[in-house]
């Protein structure tokens, strides 16, 4: 990069992250240009996706002098490429995990996760492919001329590297653990850095854990008899309650229970007949 085009790149980061409230930092290593190009055409509008070298990142940020902004470089990609983004960042962050695609494992790649076969038929017919199987420690058989996987087989544990024979296998089983798109390692926001695994939200699991807090903040406070808007009715209910069965126990005279009183004492009454038809 010649030098009026590096001064014009670091004019674009500064001016860039000026003008956004949001900046992130991406991990672009093994990602094709096709895909990313796809993937830039559809956020246009909500995401500025840029490459640069991590030297010239460097320096904007140095000379941008914005309170945690440097703590962006210190995440070093492989292949750095910046984002500058309207949006919140979890919301960028599942932005770019929806417009992720499954696709094939390549040696060298991290098992994302425990990949698993299986039990099962495949699609592949007898003959060699059986002993890749084998030679992979996957029990399997030849069912009506297919190979079938005689039972679930972990064949790379989470974090390991995939070799190029199990890649081969894998593609050959039609399994695609890997996926293709846009990796956001962190993002800057009002002085913050947010990592991915705090932006990585279940929101599912995020809905059941305010719902549980909520129930046991109604609990308490009821518990305790502290009234707000969301409680008042119980806190009533509660008050009723109590206040009825002090009167029923008490026998106040009262038209709010004058009814249940002369059930309590006919009750009474029928208990006493009984008990001196006895004696």
Known sequence: MVREEKVAALKEIIENAKKYPVIGIVDLYKMPSKQLQAIRKDLRGEVI??????????????ELNMKNLLKLYDYD???PALVFAKTNPFKLYKLFEKSK????????????YDIVVKEGPTKLPAGPAIGDLQRAKIPA????????????????????????????????????????????????ENEIVFDSTLLAVNEEEYKIKLINA???AINLSVGIVYP????????????????KSLGLEANVLDKGIIEDLLVKGERAAKSLSSKISQS
């Open 228 to 243: 707000t808007k969301d409680n008042i009715n119980m806190l009533l209910q509660k008050a009723f309650i109590h206040a």
């Open 101 to 112: 695609t499954p696709t094939f494992a390549k040696e060298g790649d991290i098992a994302p």
């Open 141 to 188: 058989m030849v069912k009506e001329g297919k190979i079938h996987v005689s039972k679930d087989t972990v064949v790379a544990k989470k974090g390991t590297v995939i070799t190029a024979e199990l890649a081969n296998l894998l593609k050959k089983l039609e399994i695609q653990p890997m996926e293709l798109g846009i990796n956001l390692l962190a993002a800057w």
């Open 214 to 216: 909520y129930q046991q």
């Open 49 to 62: 996706i840029k490459m640069y070298k991590k030297k010239l990142i460097q320096k904007a940020f140095s």
């Open 77 to 79: 990609p492989k292949k």
